[in-house]
């Protein structure tokens, strides 16, 4: 024990008292644990104080573990206010991003947007997003729009009055709580073939030509619009394609059960193979070839929110389906008749922030 009593002037009931009332044995252990109490040993019933302390309570929403939050949170606090401050804040919830920032030119040049590096895993994930990324960025800054693989941006033309116009807008959706706009995409591509029964059953079967002589053709002079000097079967096909992409298309969505969820419109496109074409199918090139089609691609796109919270399990065609009321809708479950063909199996999530791409490519027999 040390003694703070003086060693020539203290006298033994002193002695005595100071021995009788230390103790420094008790304490000094608690004193000396102050040291580390903060950074090492941290005992679970002070991280709520460290948590105020450091002024990380707004991060609690999204790092729940409160010992990842006093050590990734003072971290993320030191840059908040920078990219990197978004950066680690979106890794905090799972996710990552690029950031992209308006020209300086522009009058919104503080407004950014994000690409996520994946499609939203699900829609409750937007407003954590929003949430993180506005604690995280400059007080001068706004998040204005979060996309991936759906990106159509407003279009601008120079730099003089007309230029700085925005024509039209950025392809997104708003959803309650949140004033960022919101654009997601997916892609489904499948393959089929229209075959004898198929083309047949929407009255467009036309006989394999056995011979290039037009005497042994069995064409329709009425859609017989293709030069003579086309080889016969390449007619065929030709007279097939302009038959099937004049009909009105409808693909057919519904859930695990066989219960409708929906018809989209789409659209038939007669197209080719080819090295550089508009449309790619399953990583193959594909161009529009009225002249000398081998496929039909049945092309459709879902809007913002169409079947939202629903699940889809299976897509199949109509055509010629006919619907109660002509009012332009592109979504709808009016439609009644027609002739439905080539069910694909499907998981699709509807949401109110995705559209989703479907491309068939029917090859014809």
């Not at 699900?122 to 990324?133: K, Q, W």
């Not at 009105?248 to 409708?260: A, E, M, V």
């Not at 074409?277 to 081998?294: I, M, Q, R």
């Not at 039909?296 to 109660?324: C, N």
Request: net charge negative; proline share 5%; aromatic share 10%.
């Amino acid at each position: 024990m040390t003694t703070l009593l003086p060693a020539k002037n203290s006298t033994p009931l002193e002695v005595a008292l100071e021995q009788a009332i230390s103790n420094e044995e008790e304490l000094l252990p608690a004193v000396n644990s102050i040291l580390s109490l903060k950074h090492v040993t941290r005992p679970s019933g002070i991280l709520p104080f460290l948590v105020f302390e450091y002024g990380l309570e707004p991060l609690q929403p999204y790092i729940a573990n409160l010992f990842d939050l006093i050590d990734e949170g003072r971290q993320w606090a030191r840059y908040r206010g920078t990219h990197k401050a978004v950066h680690d804040g979106l890794g905090f919830i799972g996710y990552s991003a690029t950031i992209i920032d308006p020209p300086i030119w522009r009058n919104a040049w503080a407004d950014f947007q994000l690409e996520l590096d994946r499609i939203r895993d699900d829609e409750t994930d937007l407003i954590p997003i929003d949430g993180i990324v506005s604690l995280s960025h400059p007080a001068r800054s706004n998040l204005r729009r979060v996309f991936k693989d759906y990106d159509v941006p407003a279009g601008t033309f120079a730099y003089t009055r007309h230029g700085n116009a925005i024509w039209a807008d950025d392809s997104g959706t708003y959803i309650d709580g949140s004033d960022v706009k919101w654009s997601f995409g997916r892609y489904h591509d499948f393959t089929g073939t229209l075959s004898e029964t198929d083309l047949t059953a929407l009255g467009e079967w036309i006989p394999v030509v056995s011979s290039s002589k037009w005497v042994d053709m069995d064409f329709p002079w009425v859609t017989a619009t293709f030069p003579w000097a086309n080889p016969a079967e390449q007619s065929r096909r030709q007279t097939i394609a302009s038959g099937v992409s004049a009909k009105t298309i409808w693909l057919k969505f519904t859930d695990g059960s066989s219960d409708l969820i929906g018809y989209r419109l789409g659209k038939s496109i007669p197209v080719r193979a080819a090295v550089e074409g508009e449309f790619t199918v399953n990583g193959l090139g594909y161009a529009c070839s009225d002249d000398d089609p081998t496929h039909i691609l049945i092309f459709a796109r879902t809007g913002f929110g169409d079947g939202s919270g629903t699940s889809a399990a299976q897509i199949s065609i109509l055509f010629d389906g006919t619907v109660s009321e002509k009012s332009g809708l592109l979504w709808r479950a009016d439609v009644t008749g027609g002739v439905e063909i080539h069910a694909y199996p499907v998981s699709i999530e509807f949401g109110e922030t995705v559209r989703d791409q479907i491309q068939i490519l029917l090859e014809i027999s």
